[in-house]
């Protein structure tokens, strides 16, 4: 997951959807896997509720960071989860969480409850 570092007002360039360029409202240092890398920041604006503008608040007290630092981390690893490999690394990670469970049905009876439905509810 990138970990920001804090932001200049320094001007770099955005390349927009069609091709043009405009300017970036920020740079920021972004650590990757790779290592730290200068990136153009842009502006954007989020409603809140005061709930959860209060709990931003506290977090960016408690934590040194600031409030736009807290959200990009959010962000990042919102996006980094609902990426395909992620979902994968997800699932192998979870593979046989439940092995030592003794509780849990057979497989085979699962699925022979599973194809009893099935029949049934075709028409």
Same mark, same amino acid.
């Given at each position: 997951?990138?970990?920001?570092?804090?932001?200049?007002?320094?001007?770099?360039?955005?390349?927009?959807?069609?091709?043009?360029?405009?300017?970036?409202?920020?740079?920021?240092?972004?650590?990757?896997?790779?290592?730290?890398?200068?990136?153009?920041?842009?502006?954007?604006?989020?409603?809140?509720?005061?709930?959860?503008?209060?709990?931003?608040?506290?977090?960016?007290? /408690?934590?040194?960071?600031?409030? =736009? #630092? *807290?959200?990009? !981390?959010?962000?990042?690893?919102?996006?980094? &989860?609902?990426?395909?490999?992620?979902?994968?690394?997800?699932?192998?990670?979870?593979?046989?969480?439940?092995?030592?469970? /003794?509780?849990?049905?057979?497989? =085979? #009876? *699962?699925?022979? !409850?599973?194809?009893?439905?099935?029949?049934? &509810?075709?028409?």
């Amino acid at each position: 997951m990138p970990t920001h570092a804090p932001c200049s007002r320094e001007r770099l360039s955005l390349v927009t959807g069609d091709g043009g360029v405009k300017p970036a409202d920020k740079q920021c240092m972004v650590y990757t896997p790779g290592g730290w890398v200068t990136t153009a920041m842009q502006r954007t604006q989020i409603y809140l509720s005061e709930q959860e503008r209060q709990g931003l608040q506290a977090l960016a007290l /408690s934590s040194g960071r600031s409030q =736009s #630092a *807290l959200i990009r !981390e959010a962000i990042d690893t919102f996006l980094q &989860q609902q990426q395909p490999q992620g979902r994968l690394a997800r699932l192998r990670q979870a593979r046989g969480l439940w092995a030592e469970r /003794s509780d849990l049905p057979e497989w =085979s #009876a *699962l699925r022979g !409850e599973m194809d009893r439905l099935t029949v049934d &509810q075709t028409p």
